[in-house]
């Protein structure tokens, strides 16, 4: 049974991808024969990357306990559905810190995403997509971006929200759901041939 993460690529107090992400969730576990679990980067209080070394050399544990949970965590999962917040036309600082620890957890499984802000969270998403092949995902090519006036309809709205508030991008949630669980299939395959 494959197992997908959805992670929750913001940390800010008041932050909007709690709605976006607790949705996605929702999607993807209707899904049968399909596992999904939130992670929430606020219950990994990751420190600033700072180590010496790449974790892509390392071969045991690498960097303190909470990145030790962070990558167990990572590592249980064969695919992944990330929210992406756009800031300043890129992505969160908290979520590239959370790539950055680890390197063999990500590696040859796909991710998709979920992005809100400028664009639709398009750039953070493009950008997301670079390094995610840099630490060996295969990033899906469909994407979620939520429109502006979706954005504003929600922003003072508490988590959870009314699903009907996402039906205009319903059709591609289904897409990117689809494709990642394709890939989540066809990996998994491949990484249990090893």
């Known amino acids: 049974m494959p197992k997908i993460a959805v992670i929750l ?15 996605i969730y929702d999607e ?4 049968p024969g399909v596992t999904a679990e939130l992670l929430d980067l606020r219950d990994y209080p990751l420190p ?8 892509a ?4 544990p690498f960097g303190p306990e909470i990145v030790q949970k962070w990558s167990k965590k990572i590592a249980e999962a064969d695919g992944y559905i990330i929210t992406a917040a756009e800031y300043n036309h890129g992505y969160t600082a908290v979520l590239k810190n959370a790539f950055d620890w680890l390197y063999h957890e990500w590696a040859n499984k796909p991710v998709g995403f979920v992005g809100y802000g400028g664009i639709g969270g398009g750039r953070a998403i493009e950008q997301l997509r670079l390094v995610a092949v840099e ?10 971006h939520l429109p502006w006036p ?19 991008v319903q059709p591609a949630a289904d897409l990117m759901i689809d494709q990642l669980l394709w890939w989540t299939e066809a990996l998994k395959a491949a990484r249990d041939k090893k």
């Open 48 to 55: 600033l990357f700072d180590q010496p070394s790449s974790p």
């Open 28 to 31: 993807v576990s209707k899904r």
């Open 150 to 168: 979706v954005y504003e309809s929600m922003m003072k709205l508490q988590a959870p929200v009314d699903p009907a508030l996402f039906a205009i």
């Open 9 to 23: 690529g913001s940390t800010r107090e008041g932050r909007f991808g709690e709605k976006p992400a607790r949705w």
């Open 57 to 60: 050399y390392a071969t045991g």
């Open 135 to 144: 630490v060996q995902m295969a990033p899906i090519r469909h994407a979620v």
